[in-house]
């Protein structure tokens, strides 16, 4: 059980990224990290540990940008350290994943596509998205992401991941695993549950088993694998979620 929280926006991110992923410790805090895309760069931070390491980091370290995406993390596969804590980039650091659940054959994945190009020792599970969508994107990332999605893998999953290239662009997938869509005004958000997003927004749609969402600061696209366009309204939340500040203990029982 992992969190994950994504934001396309005309301001900057790395606070709202932040403070979703305080509402998601009680899923994962074995460590935490995100990464932003700002003038053509993708910047990843990643800390062991709770989200209050993540945040001391990154205010050292000044990281921003108007797309991010962000995850806290319960170990499965691979140990609980800085260099398996998500976002995982692909090996040319064009493309940054993150990415809940456990794809239970990804050896098997990874060995039938040995031949499509260099790839990096893999720890973890997750490593398999950054690396495979990056080889399939040859189109756009809601392409890459529908091919890769559609291939023979197993177990339940949700990700979203963004590029380097298209600075406002994020993309998120669901596989049995639940995943939200925040509609905010010029700000779209990505979250494992709302109460990640409710802080920024209370319209949400909750995609549906196979479904991909495209999203920009001023629209959300939506397609199933064959990539057809799926309209979805938005519902309204009314519950609030807690406050997203530093705390200095936090409890819970998964």
């Not at 997938?173 to 925040?182: E, F, H, I, N, Y």
Request: proline share 4%.
């Amino acid at each position: 059980m992992c969190g994950i929280i994504g934001c396309a926006a005309r301001r900057d991110v790395a606070d709202l990224i932040l403070g979703g992923l305080r509402q998601l410790e009680y899923r994962g805090y074995d460590s935490a990290g995100l990464a932003v895309i700002r003038d053509g760069a993708l910047l990843v931070v990643r800390r062991e540990g709770r989200i209050d390491n993540l945040a001391g980091q990154v205010k050292v370290s000044g990281v921003d940008g108007h797309t991010g995406i962000g995850h806290t993390r319960w170990a499965t596969h691979g140990a609980p350290s800085e260099k398996n804590a998500h976002p995982h980039a692909d090996g040319s650091g064009n493309l940054a994943v993150v990415h809940n659940g456990i794809i239970e054959n990804f050896r098997e994945v990874l060995h039938t596509a040995e031949g499509e190009g260099p790839r990096v020792p893999l720890e973890t599970d997750s490593e398999v998205f950054a690396h495979l969508v990056q080889e399939h994107l040859k189109a756009t990332l809601l392409d890459a992401v529908r091919t890769f999605r559609s291939a023979n893998y197993a177990g339940p999953t949700r990700s979203a991941s963004s590029p380097h290239d298209h600075p406002r662009l994020l993309v998120g997938a669901r596989r049995d695993s639940p995943l939200v869509v925040g509609r905010g005004k010029g700000e779209k958000f990505l979250a494992s549950d709302a109460s990640a997003v409710l802080e920024y927004t209370s319209d949400v749609v909750y995609l549906d088993d196979g479904e991909i969402a495209e999203l920009r600061p001023d629209g959300v696209r939506i397609v199933d694998l064959h990539g057809k366009n799926v309209r979805r309204d938005s519902r309204r939340v009314e519950w609030v979620a807690r406050p997203s500040g530093p705390r200095a203990a936090f409890s819970t029982s998964c």
